[in-house]
T-cell receptor, first 113, second 112 residues
Framework: EAGVAQSPRYKIIEKRQSVAFWCNPI?????LYWYQQILGQGPKLLIQ????????DSQLPKDRFSAERLKGVDSTLKIQPAKLEDSAVYLC???????????FGDGTRLSIL | GDSVTQMEGPVTLSEEAFLTINCTYT??????LFWYVQYPGEGLQLLLK???ADDKGSNKGFEATYRKETTSFHLEKGSVQVSDSAVYFC???????????WGAGTKLIIKP
């Protein structure tokens, strides 16, 4: 089966600019996650969707980050405006359900200048 | 709250050496435990898991046993290869919301 697809793989922007990431989960996976992984740390959950509804966005900096999964399939994560501390790898993962193993995409590496 | 602690890296070994990466956890309930591996430039891959005490997860020559009495889930491999060089993450899944709590990762470097 095809894995979790993410794009772009790399993105370089200046602070205060906007950026968007896209994720297409494994077909049939109802649960979708966005993580932020700062260099040398484990992933930090930003938001979790179940179909097109938000299950948990308690760690999403809502003043600058937004995410949507309108049709319950692919998802976009947006940062506006970006700050230097947003430099990280943004990982998307999906699973059949909340009690199933998560499958990860290769991530988007974001660098803020 | 729940937490995962891993041994700090990098861990540097010669090919065919025995590997142990320590992982201990703190949890109020009975979590499921996981090891994920991240190869350079790639996303995280599930390596193995265990869902209850005394379960042993295994995959690709790696093993880990869920030890409730010591709250540990140490990763072991009898003979490592250069291709095992990666970052290894220990994680637990809280049975309440099934969200993953991650360790900081341990970088493994295998020299030929």
């Amino acid at each position: 089966e095809a894995g979790v697809a993410q794009s772009p793989r790399y993105k370089i922007i200046e602070k205060r600019q906007s950026v968007a990431f896209w994720c297409n989960p494994i077909s049939g996976h109802a649960t979708l996650y966005w993580y932020q992984q700062i260099l040398g740390q484990g992933p930090k959950l930003l938001i979790q969707f179940q179909n097109n509804g938000v299950v948990d966005d308690s760690q999403l900096p809502k003043d600058r980050f937004s995410a949507e999964r309108l049709k319950g399939v692919d998802s976009t994560l947006k940062i506006q405006p970006a700050k230097l501390e947003d430099s990280a790898v943004y990982l998307c993962a999906s699973s059949h359900g909340t009690d199933q193993p998560q499958h990860f995409g290769d991530g988007t590496r974001l660098s803020i200048l | 709250g729940d937490s995962v602690t891993q041994m700090e890296g990098p861990v540097t070994l010669s090919e065919e050496a025995f590997l142990t990466i320590n992982c201990t956890y703190t949890a109020t309930g009975y979590p499921s435990l996981f090891w994920y591996v991240q190869y350079p430039g790639e996303g995280l891959q599930l390596l193995l898991k265990a869902t209850k005490a005394d379960d042993k997860g295994s995959n690709k020559g790696f093993e880990a046993t869920y030890r409730k009495e010591t709250t540990s889930f140490h990763l072991e491999k009898g003979s490592v290869q250069v291709s095992d060089s990666a970052v290894y993450f220990c994680a637990l899944s809280d049975r309440g919301n099934y969200q993953l709590i991650w360790g900081a990762g341990t970088k493994l470097i295998i020299k030929p």
